[in-house]
């Protein structure tokens, strides 16, 4: 059976900190990781000159998934920038007539949330834009993993929040 979660990663480092957490996570599950920097997916347009880009491509393979991991560390309060690009884009799903099935499609889907900081709680701004993104979509929220990586990444130190995490999916 093909499964039914995957995770995008939006980070300014493959193997970074955040990298490494959802690395950990991915190979409990066995789920592919999409790395945004890997697409060509530029910002949102309102003349939507740039709908050949990467970016319906990758939502259309998304939308094959029931689960998708939205994997991003805190950069300044907010997620990566190559994550909001890529949150920008599902105004095309609302925007144009032709993309709204696929934006009605999200409303079966979950959301969850995978981050990282130098903080051991993760900002309210963070989670609640990832949180009133799903909102509005009409995407259930599944909930998030939050580590803190003031001293780099050491899964010992995450073991069970990992654990309790991947049971959401299990
Ligand atoms: C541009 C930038 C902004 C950051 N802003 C924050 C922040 O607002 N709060 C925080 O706790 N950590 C902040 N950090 C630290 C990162 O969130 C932390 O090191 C994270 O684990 C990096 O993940 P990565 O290796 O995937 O980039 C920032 C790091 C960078 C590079």
Redesign the pocket.
């Known amino acids: 059976m093909m499964n039914k979660t995957i995770a995008v990663?939006g980070?300014?480092?493959?193997?970074?900190?955040?990298?490494?957490?959802i690395d950990l996570i991915a190979a409990d599950l066995k789920i592919d990781v999409i790395d945004l920097t890997t697409k060509n997916i530029s910002p949102y347009d309102y003349d939507h000159q740039n709908i050949g880009d990467d970016y319906l491509l990758l939502m259309d393979h998304l939308l094959k998934f029931e689960n998708i991991i939205f994997v991003?560390?805190?950069?300044?309060?907010?997620m990566?920038a190559q994550m909001k690009i890529f949150i920008d884009r599902m105004s095309d799903l609302l925007a144009l007539e032709e993309l709204k099935d696929r934006g009605r499609k999200l409303r079966t889907k979950t959301g969850y949330v995978v981050?990282?900081?130098?903080?051991e709680q993760?900002?309210d701004s963070?989670i609640d834009s990832f949180k009133n993104t799903f909102a509005y979509l009409g995407m259930n929220y599944g909930g998030f993993i939050h580590?803190?990586?003031?001293d780099?990444?050491k899964p010992e130190s995450c073991r069970s929040d990992v654990e309790d995490f991947v049971n959401k999916f299990k």
């Open positions: 990663i980070s300014s480092r493959r193997n970074g900190n955040t990298g490494k957490l991003s560390p805190v950069y300044w309060y907010s990566s981050s990282t900081s130098i903080s993760v900002e963070f580590v803190d990586c003031k780099g990444f």
